[in-house]
């Protein structure tokens, strides 16, 4: 699939931009604070309805304005699509070809993104909410059930939680209603699990190739999920509810002791292993960049196999900091075929051969 044309309206530091791109890569050229990053963050916005760099959606108004608009026309092998997305204090409002769409889980996923930016770094060194976010969001975008799930499971959390916080005198009622409780969140956890073992597996599939690929064939990328209950991805639906039923009939006290919910998908952790040894505690920087590049470039990949697509792929000032071999191997691998997004301050730091190929904009 591909991005024909962005229009900005009241978009961060954009007060009207509108532009055209093809189906190639397209270089965002320009000095800092000019507005690279907003525009790759608006195009990430309008796939996922939300920002990678903040939960906070007011942010993206331009200052002293009501509502920020993105528009996108995209391709795809079904057709063209027009997509819109209104962000104002009421909250967001999406279309899809001028139809309001009711709930933003179904509109998510109408267009599909990669985006690689200095912060992935992150999903190697940074706190397990980090890892999550990626889980939830990747999947959530080829599988908008997912998101459904996830939004109940979170639902019936806060309410455990605060159930929880009120049951060191507990009386009759209050038990049976932790157990209702307790039941419809189980059943939430499993379909949110499920779904993100399978996740797992798929992008340990992907990600170990690609990774030996970049490395010259000298690491071995693993892929692990942490669960805090004693689940695994060779157990069913039901096995799973049983498993976790469990757990939580286990650590009863502890749970009521603390007031809050201590297992499940809230609670759950990736690690990623190069040669065997945890890349997060041993991993020099360079490794830790390329783990993370190995995943998103297996994302792509994913995405094309779960929904017959390739998404765009969006560089924000991650091009320049890969070295020659990294560059080419990167290029090598979206080839003609994923459109690219790349932002740079200076054309010095990408190969030529990526420029030869690029449609530039400059950013001013
Ligand atoms: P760099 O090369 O440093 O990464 P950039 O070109 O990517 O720079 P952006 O992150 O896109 O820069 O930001 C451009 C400008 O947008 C910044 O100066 C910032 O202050 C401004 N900006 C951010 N949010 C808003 C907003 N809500 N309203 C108006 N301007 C904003
Ligand atoms: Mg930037």
Redesign the pocket.
């Known amino acids: 699939m591909h991005l024909n044309e962005l229009r900005l309206t009241n978009y961060?530091?954009y007060k009207k931009m509108e532009l055209s791109f093809e189906n190639k890569i397209n270089v965002f050229l320009?000095?800092?604070?000019?507005?690279?990053?907003?525009?790759m963050?608006a195009i990430y916005v309008l796939a996922m309805a939300n920002s990678h760099r903040t939960s906070r959606d007011k942010?993206?108004?331009?200052?002293d304005e009501e509502y920020a608009k993105i528009e996108g026309r995209i391709e795809k092998k079904t057709g063209s699509l027009s997509l819109q997305l209104v962000i104002s204090q009421q909250g967001k409002k999406a279309k899809v070809n001028h139809l309001e769409q009711k709930k933003l889980s179904e509109y998510i996923g109408a267009l599909n993104v990669v985006m690689f930016a200095p912060e992935d770094l992150n999903l190697v060194k940074g706190s397990p909410g980090v890892r999550r976010r990626f889980i939830d969001m990747e999947i959530g975008q080829v599988q908008p059930v997912y998101l459904y799930h996830l939004g109940q499971y979170i639902k019936l959390l806060q309410q455990r939680n605060s159930l929880l916080k009120n049951m060191r005198n507990s009386s009759q009622e209050k038990m049976i209603m932790m157990e209702i409780l307790t039941d419809q969140l189980v059943e939430q956890a499993a379909n949110v699990i499920i779904r993100r073992f399978r996740f797992i597996e798929l992008l340990q599939e992907w990600a170990e190739p690609i990774h030996r690929g970049i490395s010259r064939n000298l690491e071995e990328l693993k892929i692990q999920y942490n669960p805090s209950a004693e689940v695994s991805e060779t157990m069913d639906l039901s096995k799973i509810v049983e498993a976790y039923k469990q757990k939580f009939d286990k650590i009863k006290d502890r749970e009521i002791e603390r007031g809050v919910t201590l297992a499940g998908p809230h609670r759950d952790d990736l690690s990623f292993f190069v040669n065997g040894k945890d890349v997060q505690t041993f991993g020099s920087q360079g490794q830790q960049r390329t783990t993370a590049l190995s995943l998103k470039l297996a994302e792509i990949e994913l995405i094309k196999g779960e929904v017959g697509e390739y998404p765009l792929l969006l560089l924000?000032?991650v091009l320049s900091e890969l070295d020659d071999f990294r560059q080419s191997h990167l290029l090598n691998t979206i080839q003609g075929r994923v459109q690219t997004f790349v932002?740079t301050?200076s054309v010095e730091g990408i190969h030529h051969s990526t420029l030869d190929k690029a449609s530039m904009f400059e950013?001013k």
Do not use: F, H, M, S
């Open positions: 961060r530091n320009g000095e800092n604070a000019q507005g690279k990053t907003n525009v963050e942010e993206l108004i331009k200052w924000d000032d932002t301050t950013v």
